[in-house]
């Protein structure tokens, strides 16, 4: 599996990445090399195999329907990069 | 003092030989004195260290002391802690104070443990020799020319160097065992959701599990004691009880079945590894156990399965990361998308991103059920293989790393010939079952781990295994020399 210039460009957007220009072979190479690795997964034919999507097969435990946390804005926005009135800054999204 | 086990330090303070704060600040001068040749800890809180022993102190003299009250110890930088930088050894998370405690940090405080800082690891914990950390990588204490060891490697060399007492750590696919392989330690990964992960930073949800570095099975029986248990938080944290793993190291090894996992045991394992695990099976025979091969028919496919598992949930789990709440925020961002990609291709180091992008791919639309769902078919078929193993052996033997610890750069630069250093190790964490790493014999005076790996929950059968071990052989009483 070879991943093509535009496949890394596409990839990058969709992780929500800035990739300059001069890394984007690297990236081509590198990520191909990963894929590659992962196609030996091809050789097992898995046809009816369940999924597992978690080591434990428990049901999800249930709570009751109560509140159980405090406010705590001040707090958590004590460390974020910008905020005003209890709300967090972000440039302009609407034009 | 620095060489006394967690039982001897306990005793230590319960006779009054010390006192807690004198223990304290005993780590607390070594690692002013060689933290710099080994760059483990991240961050050292010695205020705070100097108040909790001497909380500790006072709880002692209140006759409410437990076994590890006034102990010292660190925490892997991948644990929250409340009002100390939190960072995962990140840019983007350089300037991160948690504003609350992980389960974990909480339940060692509890149990009044002395944390003396948080310690290096590679970046989100993705890594196998700690060359991606953004403060730079850990040195090996036994070759300052070598790695630790990863994910966990500031863990490992820490107590390898004798810094401190004991450590956690976080095991996605080896990050607890391989480091403790290479640094003479005993690492132990416990089952998926024995100990929370509330608080503890995600990287691979259903894979990562917190566990203990120690000098022994017996330090780890006494830190996992501390760790272990259910915790409502975590909704993946089993609510099963918690046995008593110090008084299990006990039981005997005769009538014990060992399984060798026969694909394990091919032409990949160096000559010089594989002498080393003969003769720690040839110690398992001499007490009276019985040795059988067995087949993990489907674990050769364990690193690629992981590679698409793990970089999956890692891409969701970062997305967090997007320098709106916390973390990292690039100077003048144009619009919101700038803002967003910008911060995170600063903040993110090159293995992180790639392993965002691996997932983002193996996730997207046309591609997921040729990956992700491919991946967790196989998975089931490796956890499988587990359940077969365990209905003829009580636990599996093979080596921890195929290696031992390479020198920095050694691994070039194709990601892949990295991952293949966890090809012992990544199965476990595939079928979410427990196992640890305990020194062997030496090959030209480095380290090598022995892995035991066991059934789901049978953490007190793997500790009272690898405490029957060491109290048969000396190879986990060696530290470096330049440390000593």
Known sequence: MSLTADDVKKIARLAALDIRPEQVADYEKNLSSILNLVEQMDAVDTTGVEPMAHPLH?????????VTEEDQRDHFQEHAPATEDGYYLVPKVIE | MHQYSIAEMSQGLE????????????????????????????????????????NADAVRAAGQAGPLTGVP?????????????????SKMLDPFVAPYDAAVVERMREAGMVMLGKLNMDEFAMGSS???????????????????????????????????????????????????????????????????RYGMIAFASSLDQAGPFGRSAEDCAYLLSAMAGHDERDSTCANEPVPDYIGALDQPLKGIKVGLPKEFFGEEMPASIRES???????????????????????????????????????????????????????????????????????????????IMVG??????????????????????????????????DFLLSPTAPETAFKFGEK????????????YTIAVNLAGVPALSMPGQTVDGLPVGIQLIGNYF??????????????????HKASPEAFA
């Open chain 2, 15 to 54: 006779r009054g030989d010390f006192t807690s704060v004198e223990l304290t600040q005993h780590f607390l001068d070594r690692i002013d004195e060689h933290n710099a040749e080994i760059n483990a800890f991240v961050t050292v809180t010695a205020e705070l260290a100097l108040e909790q022993a001497r």
């Open chain 2, 412 to 423: 070039g630069d194709d990601p892949v010939s990295m991952y293949l250093s966890d090809i």
């Open chain 2, 277 to 355: 695990v003969d003769a720690a099976i040839e110690v398992y025979r001499a007490q009276g156990a019985e040795i059988v091969e067995v087949s993990l028919p489907n674990a050769h496919l364990s690193v690629p399965v992981y590679y698409v598992v793990a970089p999956a949930e890692c891409s969701s789990n970062l997305s967090r990361m997007d320098g709106v709440r916390f973390g990292h925020r690039c100077e003048d961002p144009k619009d919101l998308q700038d803002l967003y990609t910008r911060s995170r291709a600063e903040g993110f180091g090159d293995e992180v991103k790639r392993r």
């Open chain 2, 130 to 196: 700690n060359e991606t950390s953004y403060y730079g990588p850990v040195k090996n204490p036994w070759d300052t020319e070598r790695v630790p060891g990863g994910s966990s490697g500031g863990s490992a060399a820490a107590v390898a160097a004798r810094l401190v007492p004991a450590a956690t750590g976080t095991d996605t696919g080896g990050s607890i065992r391989q480091p403790a392989a290479f640094c003479n330690l005993t690492g132990l990964k416990p089952t998926y959701g024995r100990v929370s």
């Open chain 1, 58 to 66: 428990m049901v999800q435990p249930l709570r009751d329907d109560a």
């Open chain 2, 73 to 89: 110890f660190a925490h892997k930088d991948i644990f929250c802690t409340d009002g100390v930088r939190t960072s995962c050894a």
């Open chain 2, 360 to 393: 983002a791919y193996a996730l997207s639309a046309g591609y997921y059920d040729a990956y992700y769902l491919k991946a967790q078919q196989l998975r089931q078929l490796i956890s499988d293989d587990f359940k077969k193993a365990f209905e003829q052996v």
């Open chain 2, 458 to 475: 049978d953490e007190a059968r793997l500790l009272a295994a690898a405490h029957q071990f060491q109290l048969a052989t000396d190879y």
